[in-house]
């Protein structure tokens, strides 16, 4: 038996350092906002990179009761926000479910039957795994509102398009995501292990955003024996992987299992500002062992770095 988990230690967000603004003054005069400008170009390229560039262009914010006005050059970047959440899968809260209505856009039903609300709160975060394995598909929400079992959220975003409405496979869960650790527990070589986790992102940055992951060493035990990282796309059972895959409309590379090791990979990625509602993207971590696969507890630490595109 091993006893496997994933610890997430670290987010990261890459942002916008502010401008340093310089006020000028005399006995009689004061320059309140004051630029040198010059050089750069608007766009440089290359093969791999794309680099927007300016030099001086500081600017000014006007108020009235209503409106803000930031005047200058790409003024509004610099108030653009973004914000970042990541959370996982809490083994102790699992409940089955009978119901699953995904909903469309921001309007409708976005709902969930559950066997169980006991461990569940407005305000929490919720995955509906549907025939758990290796193949899973999984959806995710915030909790908006609980009424007898049924479990309503904001909106269902990952695998919503391809979900039943009435599970059949008996082996269909909803977990709380409240961690910050993906726990397999004690695992066997017979067993398909899967935990998941969710990444959201609120952005009103209009060119977009990017989330990677990383981790701090491959998968391996106290005596730095390792569990192999998934190669072919696809973690089997009756081999020895490790791998996760991501899916939904922010989804990069959907339902294609990756190594998570010490390269960064992109798993979300948007091209826009998010709406009122952050995008998020559910990521299923699996794990399969053999019968010769070294015994003992294995562990790596996951970050998660978020970068605003340009």
């Not at 469309?104 to 039903?109: C, E, K, Q, R, V």
């Not at 999984?138 to 959220?153: E, N, P």
């Not at 910050?180 to 009103?204: D, H, L, P, R, W």
């Amino acid at each position: 038996m091993n006893r496997v988990r994933v610890i997430f230690l670290t987010m990261l967000i890459a942002w916008l350092i502010p401008a340093v603004v310089f006020a000028m003054s005399s006995t009689n005069y004061t320059i309140n906002w004051d630029s040198t400008n010059g050089g750069g170009t608007d766009t440089s390229t290359s093969t791999n990179y794309s680099l927007r560039d300016s030099v001086g262009g500081i600017s000014g914010t006007s108020t009235s009761a209503n409106y803000q006005l930031s005047a200058g050059y790409r003024a509004p970047e610099g108030d653009a926000v973004l914000s970042f959440i990541v959370k996982s899968q809490e083994n102790a809260t699992e409940t089955t479910y009978s119901a699953f209505e995904p909903g469309t856009g921001l309007t409708g039903a976005h709902v969930v039957s559950v066997a169980s609300t006991s461990s569940l709160s407005v305000g929490d975060y919720i995955a509906v795994v549907e025939n758990k394995g290796y193949s899973q598909k999984v959806a995710v929400g915030k909790v908006t509102l609980i009424s007898g079992g049924d479990v309503v959220v904001d909106r269902f975003d990952g695998a919503t398009s391809t979900m039943s409405a009435s599970p059949a496979g008996g082996n269909d869960y909803v977990y709380r995501l409240g961690g910050s650790v993906v726990s397999f527990g004690t695992i066997s070589a017979s067993a398909a292990n899967t935990a998941v986790a969710m990444s959201s992102v609120f952005s009103s940055v209009p060119s977009g955003y990017t989330v990677y992951v990383h981790s701090n060493q491959v998968l391996q035990n106290a005596s730095a024996q390792t569990i192999a990282t998934v190669s072919d796309g696809v973690v089997t059972a009756g081999s020895e992987e490790y791998g996760a895959s991501v899916t939904g409309t922010r989804a990069y590379l959907p339902d294609t299992d990756i190594g998570v090791t010490t390269t960064n990979r992109v798993i979300q990625t948007s091209t826009t500002s998010t709406l009122a509602i952050p995008d998020r993207v559910p990521m299923t971590y699996k794990l399969s062992i053999t019968g010769s696969t070294n015994a003992g507890s294995y562990s790596q630490s996951v970050y998660y770095t978020l970068t605003v595109n340009y």
